[in-house]
């Protein structure tokens, strides 16, 4: 079993900033790439950022320059910093991650977290 926890959602005023984490836990053999991805209501769910396990990283158009990712191998843990944050910013982030539970390539699965609220207002 594989869980992925965020924390660090929370209010914060237009030019704040705010640091995501995500920890997986469980019978983990290997993280590959990991992401976070955001929902704002009635839109669809839209990749923010992702790291891959070699360090490349991607993002969004509309956060590069103020959201930086990284992740710590050691924690099995990701992290996204956002800084000058934005009303449109405003989403449930979710953590995303691919993980192997063994060395085998069928026990490789992408594992959602539940999703943390991060509401950008005055």
């Known amino acids: 079993q594989v869980q992925l926890v965020e924390s660090g959602g929370g209010l914060v005023q237009p030019g704040g900033s705010l640091r995501l984490s995500c920890a997986a836990s469980g019978s983990i053999f290997t993280i590959y790439p990991m992401a976070w991805y955001r929902q704002a209501p009635g839109k669809q769910r839209d990749l923010v950022a992702a790291?891959?396990?070699?360090?490349?990283?991607n993002y969004a158009d509309s956060v590069k320059g103020r959201f930086t990712i990284s992740r710590d191998n050691a924690k099995n843990t990701v992290y996204l910093q956002m800084n000058s944050l934005k009303p449109e910013d405003t989403a449930v982030y979710y953590c995303?991650?691919?993980?192997?539970?063994?060395?085998?390539?069928?026990?490789?699965?992408?594992?959602w977290g539940q999703g943390t609220q991060v509401t950008v207002s005055s």
């Open positions: 995303n991650a691919v993980i192997s539970r063994t060395w085998r390539t069928r026990d490789r699965g992408d594992y």
């Open positions: 790291l891959s396990s070699g360090g490349i990283t």
